[in-house]
């Protein structure tokens, strides 16, 4: 699909992964990034380069994707939308009908809001949590959805509600299910961050990393460059609807996670084991890799970095933006 002198909406642009989607988009031929966001996760200062190009902008009235109005008045003339917006995991855990305003409620209205501005196709985030435990390695998309948790679930009733857009509208839409995306403008220190940043955390306060049982628990881990990297496939792509896994069909356990984490930190800090309290145990999920033979045959997608290159990145951009200092 050409996307050249093409006009794009970006939901949830300023956050971890938008904002490097906003950098992939305006490496291509293109008239205008429109960034739509609350700035609940996401941060203007992600956007500095993106916001140097005059083709960038940011919707100056708010960016909520429940209001509906506001929504609709920045999709008005535009040609695609990718959706990033969504409330993480352990956030919808602790606040499940907020997540079920943002994460469903949220969906139906991008869904909704276009069809009536008439967008070409959207790009639409997933997640991995769709599946829950894996029955079997690597998982294919036809994997069946195992999930117990609320993030898990508004995934699927988004995904759903996807499939019935498209059914009964014809709207073309690419769902996207991300495995363990790490890399800068994760959250680093925030209450809900990531398995990656709590170590480098740890590692950097002279503290010894924890892991959660005897560390055997495996995931596909891929690197935030290459997530963007993905939804501009899919977006150019000439596949008109489906759900895809995004991820680097690469086994790596927690243990293995921690040991390169060290090992780049040169690092001689030992790892302390301790057990899974109650109510982690009931819904952990153990081993979660992912297929990528189906993005790599229709979206023309495949990982560029591997685990330990991608955390030296992450290492680096710490570094030069002082997140080391800041804990």
């Known amino acids: 699909m050409e996307l050249k002198g093409s006009k794009i909406l970006v939901i949830g642009g300023a956050g971890f992964i938008g904002s490097f989607v906003v950098a992939e988009l305006l490496k291509e031929d293109i008239a205008e990034v429109l960034v739509y966001d609350n700035f609940a996760r996401g941060q203007r200062s992600y956007l500095d380069e993106q916001l140097k190009d005059s083709r960038c902008s940011i919707f100056p009235i708010g960016g909520d994707i429940r209001e509906v109005d506001i929504l609709n008045e920045a999709m008005a003339g535009k040609d695609y939308v990718i959706s990033l917006a969504a409330m993480w995991l352990l956030h919808c855990k602790d606040f499940p009908r907020t997540a079920f305003h943002v994460n469903i409620e949220g969906t139906f209205n991008i869904l909704e809001a276009c069809v009536k501005n008439n967008i070409k196709k959207l790009i639409w985030s997933s997640s991995a949590s769709v599946y829950g435990d894996a029955v079997e390695l ?23 509600m996807c499939t019935a857009f498209n059914d009964r509208y014809g709207l073309e839409v690419i769902g996207l299910r991300y495995m363990n995306v790490y890399g800068p403008h994760q959250d680093q220190t925030a209450a809900y961050t990531g398995v990656v940043p709590i170590m480098l955390n740890k590692i950097e306060a002279n503290e010894s990393p924890v892991i959660n049982g005897d560390g055997s628990q495996a995931y596909d881990f891929i690197y935030v460059e290459d997530v963007a990297r993905c939804n501009v496939n899919a977006l150019k792509s000439d596949t008109k609807f489906g759900m895809y896994n995004v991820g680097t069909e690469v086994q790596t356990s927690i243990k293995e996670l921690c040991d390169t984490i060290l090992d780049l930190k040169k690092s001689e800090l030992k790892v302390i084991y301790k057990p899974y309290s109650a109510d982690d145990a009931r819904s952990l999920v153990q081993n979660r890799i992912g297929s990528r033979v189906k993005a790599e045959e229709e979206l023309g997608f495949r990982y560029k970095y591997e685990l330990r290159d991608g955390l030296k990145k992450l290492i680096d951009w710490r570094i030069d933006t002082g997140v080391d200092q800041k804990k």
Request: glycine share 8%; proline share 9%; hydrophobic share 30%.
């Open 138 to 160: 690597p998982m294919t998309e036809d994997h069946p959805f195992n999930n117990k948790n609320f993030y898990g679930a508004s995934k699927i009733a988004g995904e759903a």
